[in-house]
T-cell receptor, first 115, second 110 residues
Framework: DAGVTQSPTHLIKTRGQQVTLRCSPKSGHDTVSWYQQALGQGPQFIFQ???????QRGNFPDRFSGHQFPNYSSELNVNALLLGDSALYLC??????????????FGPGTRLTVL | RKEVEQDPGPFNVPEGATVAFNCTYSNSASQSFFWYRQDCRKEPKLLMSVYSSGNEDGRFTAQLNRASQYISLLIRDSKLSDSATYLCVVETTNFNKFYFGSGTKLNVKP
């Protein structure tokens, strides 16, 4: 049973560029959440996708956008990259059970460096 | 005020020691609580969920105090392999958002 997978593992971009990160959830999971983790900090919630819609969003600008596909996989897009966007981007998958979100399982992350 | 606050540490303890971490949360509507463990440059991994009655998993014990809005993690008989950052996580059910603390770093020394 494959766990959560993310690609790419590492990425180097320059300021102003755009980036797309990808995530495949754990088998049987239908919800994907994205987090940004800066060095020395805990993960910060970006947004969550369920049934191909953005259900929840954290305090991130519109430069951060996403998408969920019918197979539950997801993309995170960041436009007009800033130096401060350098971080580990984590995808977490879970199963929505009624109004509750079950335990989240994390992928290995994509380490983004913006120069 | 942050949703979840933790002492960043580091906690430096010898092997075999007992160590405890606390975490406070600000939203009284929070419903679910977890401890995750994160090794250096790795993803967070679920250590244990935290239930109102408290729960134990081997050397690890988690407690929840809703009145004071804090959760705790106790590690007994520390092993070198317990060295990691421990993240406190709180879910606000109304919004299905998970809030992470900044983590508490534990170093277990021989």
């Amino acid at each position: 049973d494959a766990g959560v997978t993310q690609s790419p593992t590492h990425l180097i971009k320059t300021r102003g560029q755009q980036v797309t990160l990808r995530c495949s959830p754990k088998s049987g999971h239908d919800t994907v959440s994205w987090y940004q983790q800066a060095l020395g900090q805990g993960p910060q919630f970006i947004f969550q996708y369920y049934e191909e819609e953005e259900r929840q969003r954290g305090n991130f600008p519109d430069r951060f956008s996403g998408h969920q596909f019918p197979n539950y996989s997801s993309e995170l897009n960041v436009n007009a990259l800033l130096l401060g966007d350098s971080a580990l981007y984590l995808c977490a998958s879970s199963l929505m059970a009624g109004q509750f979100l079950d335990t989240q399982y994390f992928g290995p992350g994509t380490r983004l460096t913006v120069l | 005020r942050k949703e979840v606050e933790q002492d960043p540490g580091p906690f430096n303890v010898p092997e075999g020691a007992t160590v405890a971490f606390n975490c406070t949360y600000s939203n009284s509507a929070s419903q679910s609580f977890f401890w995750y463990r994160q090794d250096c440059r790795k993803e967070p991994k679920l250590l244990m969920s935290v239930y109102s009655s408290g729960n134990e998993d081997g050397r690890f014990t988690a407690q929840l105090n809703r009145a004071s809005q804090y959760i705790s993690l106790l590690i007994r008989d520390s092993k070198l392999s317990d060295s990691a950052t421990y993240l406190c996580v709180v879910e606000t059910t109304n919004f299905n958002k998970f809030y992470f603390g900044s983590g508490t770093k534990l170093n277990v020394k021989p």
